[in-house]
């Protein structure tokens, strides 16, 4: 199991920017695929962007590609995700997870989860 922890998340108007971290410890977290999702109030949970030990062949969800940017510091065990031009629709509780493998096969990969971090985006 990897430990994670997310930060960074609160209430920001449409058209603004946000960053969230995750900082991950345990189960050689530098070398796992990590990757964010979220969940809105009375919604599923819904992946947002998954990205390789190697920092290659990042993936993302089609809601938010070209606004979103997922990186991460190996050398921190943190991962981050950047977001950009924030729409109301992207109100939810966001979700750093931590892939059994280090190479991305699929959503269903993911068995760590942090505690999640609450954005809201208002109009």
């Known amino acids: 199991q990897v430990q994670l922890v997310e930060s960074g998340g609160g209430l920001v108007q449409a058209g603004e920017s946000l960053r969230l971290s995750c900082a991950a410890s345990?189960?050689?977290?530098?070398?796992?695929?990590m990757g964010w999702f979220r969940q809105a109030p009375g919604a599923e949970r819904e992946f947002v962007a998954a990205?390789?030990?190697?920092?290659?062949?990042?993936v993302y969800g089609n809601s938010v590609k070209g606004r979103f940017t997922i990186s991460r510091d190996n050398a921190k065990n943190t991962v981050y995700l950047q977001m950009n031009s924030l729409k109301p629709e992207d109100t939810a509780v966001y979700y750093c997870?931590?892939?059994?493998?280090?190479?991305?096969?699929?959503?269903?990969?993911?068995?760590?989860w942090g505690q999640g971090t609450r954005v809201t985006v208002s109009s």
């Open positions: 997870a931590a892939s059994r493998y280090s190479i991305y096969y699929g959503t269903s990969d993911f068995d760590s």
């Open positions: 345990g189960r050689t977290a530098s070398s796992t695929v």
């Open positions: 990205m390789p030990s190697s920092g290659l062949n990042t």
